[in-house]
């Protein structure tokens, strides 16, 4: 049985300023742990109702607590609180801006809904982005629903927070920058190279106008509905992904 004091501790990771104090994270959920273990995130405590569920080997890096299901409903946010509760270290990523040369990236500008920015890592993730950036701006990646999100591809995918007016004034003037525009060219219509820089804007204002300047191809995403009014824009995990498949699809 966990104390008050561990509960109130673990409760407090739920909440920004505790993260960024503790530098500490939590993850719920059997697949989610496991893809955190297996990556070079480091765990600091793992709460389970059975020690069985955690592989041998791996007891050495970590604490452990074995606990009942009345703690572990007292600190999970989930519907159905899961069996396993990990607390990881949040990774200190330095970028690499030759890779951003040679390889695809995202940035997302300013994204507010912790669900968007957790689809859109798991969108990168299924096709093979590895990097992504993130405005000061856009909600904490660290945020326990954006991580339940991710489902479990934050294990995999590199994330950034940068100042973006430094950020682009730093790119490689060579580096392609996308970014989706109403007046934009016909994405289906349109060769995009291998490398570059996905933008994706915020849900309701768009890609920013501090960025605009450093757009080098603008996509439009046209809508197919031609017999009725369509919706007005694409939900901006959406977007990411169809703007990704796309990517993928021609090389």
Known sequence: MLSKNKIKFFNSLKLRKFRIKHNLFLAEG????????????KPKFILTTSKEL???EKYYNFEI??????????ISQLKTPP?????FEIPDYKINFAEIENSLSIFCD??????NLGTIIRTADWFGIKTVFCSENTVDVYNPKTIQATMGSIASVKIHYINKTNFFSSLNKNISVYGTFLEGENIYNTELTANG???IGN???GISEEI???ITKKLFIPSYNIKQKSAESLNASIAAAVVCAEFKRQK
Do not use: A, R, W, Y
Not at 30 to 41: A, C, G
Not at 68 to 73: G, V
Not at 110 to 115: A, E, L, T
């Open 212 to 214: 605009v300047p450093f």
């Open 110 to 115: 300013d994204i507010q809904n912790p669900g």
């Open 54 to 56: 955690i592989p041998t």
């Open 30 to 41: 059997e697949k989610l742990v496991f893809n955190l273990l297996q990556s070079e995130i």
């Open 83 to 87: 069996s396993i509760i990990g607390v």
């Open 203 to 205: 849900e309701g204002q």
């Open 65 to 74: 607590f074995e606990v009942n299901n009345s703690d572990i409903h007292k």
């Open 197 to 199: 820089l996905i933008v």
